[in-house]
């Protein structure tokens, strides 16, 4: 009985230590280390994808492997119309989006969208920082702002029926979003809002008659294959906004100094989409002339007509957020400000 007591006994005693050596060998997890999830809608072969995964690698780096991101591009985490939501509930980490795909939850940054003649996505991308930066905070004040950026100029694409003229574009259905399908109804055509990775299949399938969108997207989203014409309405070109943000908790747990190295890269990489989507606009019209696709010029007469068509929306909309208390024609003002700088 002594025996099989002092047996028992010495097992136990292996079996402590070898749980011990065990626990030893394993190195506990760094102090700070944190694994981030990104949710953005871009496809992964789309430009604007690969610029957010290389954020997410530069992250990794600048912060010497403290902060790493998992990136889900494509809608594989969150849809692009949830993406905002989602960071704020923890649901993703952070997240890439438009505002045009969350109507009326950022009214100011709504005025960013409006069709002010957008020449370029550079000068977007400073008008949406501007915005934010002097009017706007607060609309986002639920997350951590890592950056803004905007697209260049959204044209009208259609499908059968080349648009010269504001009589032609009346009662063809047009995929828009946000301020765009306001657009549309301003210029007498029908708006239906659509994000963007819907539209290539109702294109083809003639569930709309055209789209409004940055030339980029014919070949960031391959629609020169689905769509005829472009009318290059330079007067009322719109644009897109877009935000990247993070969940407050996650930022905020983050050291000091890796909060800075990321401050640091988002300045950069804010820049740096800008000058994407200008690139990516020059691929685009190469893509869509060499799929065959006929570009519209409108004379110089016709374009003050969709101007004047344009204006009353925006005065309207400055109206609305004047009557809200959140100064919309100091807003509009500053927004043509910016505008006429990147016309220079």
Not at 14 to 21: I, N, P, T, V
Not at 198 to 210: F, I, P, T
Not at 220 to 227: F, R
Not at 232 to 241: H, K, L, Q
């Amino acid at each position: 009985m002594k025996r099989g007591l002092l047996r028992f006994a010495m097992v136990l005693v292996f079996l402590g230590m070898g749980l011990g050596l065990a626990m030893t060998n394993t190195a506990p997890a760094a102090a700070g280390n944190v694994t981030l999830t990104y949710s953005n809608f871009f496809p992964p072969t789309h430009i604007q994808s690969q610029l957010a995964e290389s954020w997410c690698q530069e992250v990794e780096k600048r912060t010497e492997g403290r902060v790493k991101v998992q990136y889900f591009a494509g809608q594989t985490l969150t849809k692009a119309n949830q993406t905002y939501d989602s960071v704020v509930n923890g649901i993703a980490d952070v997240g890439m989006s438009a505002f045009a795909y969350t109507r009326g939850r950022f009214p100011v940054m709504g005025a960013v969208d409006m069709p002010m003649g957008y020449p370029d996505g550079v000068t977007a991308t400073a008008v949406a920082n501007r915005i934010f930066e002097g009017y706007a905070a607060k609309e986002l004040g639920d997350t951590q702002v890592m950056y803004l950026h905007a697209h260049g100029p959204g044209l009208l694409h259609t499908r059968k029926n080349a648009v010269r003229t504001l009589e032609e574009l009346k009662g063809l259905k047009i995929r828009s979003t946000g301020i765009s399908a306001e657009l549309i109804t301003a210029l007498g055509g029908s708006p239906v809002p659509m994000p963007m990775p819907e539209s290539y299949q109702s294109l083809q399938k003639g569930v709309v008659d055209g789209s409004v969108h940055p030339l980029e997207t014919n070949k960031g989203w391959k629609l020169a294959e689905v769509v005829d014409y472009v009318t290059m309405a330079n007067s009322v070109a719109y644009t897109t906004s877009f935000f990247v943000v993070m969940n407050k908790a996650k930022w905020n747990a983050l050291e000091a100094k890796d909060q800075a190295a990321i401050a640091a890269l988002n300045k950069e990489f804010s820049v740096k989409h800008g000058q994407a989507w200008d690139s990516s606009d020059a691929d685009g019209l190469k893509a869509f002339k060499e799929n065959g696709k006929t570009v519209v010029e409108l004379t110089p007469q016709e374009m003050a007509r969709w101007s004047a068509a344009a204006a009353p929306m925006i005065q309207a909309y400055a109206q609305k957020l004047d009557q809200d208390g959140l100064k919309g024609t100091e807003v509009v003002t500053a927004i043509r400000k910016e505008l006429a700088k990147g016309a220079k």
